[in-house]
Nanobody, 124 residues
Framework: QLQLVESGGGLVQPGGSLRLSCTAS????????IGWFRQAPGKEREGLSC??????TNYNAVKGRFTVSRDSTKNTVYLQLNNLNAEDTAVYYC???????????????????WGKGTLVTVSS
């Protein structure tokens, strides 16, 4: 069974950066659409970015500050977080859509496997 593992979260000061990683053992992540999501305390989960097997990407309102990428040699998908602010404090999750389809701006709705998340705290 596909198990996704996020890492790279932590405490960062406002204006700082982090790079989150999403890895999986025994499953080639570059065969699937991978999405990044977050859930802040008291808020609903929101989709941030997706990347397709071919490298197509989609972003929601974080475009310009967050960047999704793949390293197939490491079987890892990254989410680079820049210019962080307190409103970015949340648990960040990666998820996988195993259908092989690219849904474009609807890519967030096809996820069936989820990691347990990594906490990002932005505070001075």
């Amino acid at each position: 069974q596909l198990q996704l593992v996020e890492s790279g979260g932590g405490l960062v000061q406002p204006g700082g950066s982090l790079r989150l990683s999403c890895t999986a053992s025994e499953f080639p992540l570059d065969s699937y659409t991978i999405g990044w999501f977050r859930q802040a305390p008291g808020k609903e989960r929101e989709g941030l970015s997706c990347i397709s097997p071919s490298g197509s990407t989609n972003y929601n309102a974080v475009k310009g500050r967050f960047t999704v990428s793949r390293d197939s040699t490491k079987n890892t998908v990254y989410l680079q977080l820049n210019n962080l602010n307190a409103e970015d404090t949340a648990v960040y999750y990666c998820a996988a859509d195993l259908t092989g389809e690219w849904r474009g701006h609807k890519c967030y709705s096809g996820m069936t496997y989820w990691g347990k998340g990594t906490l990002v705290t932005v505070s001075s």
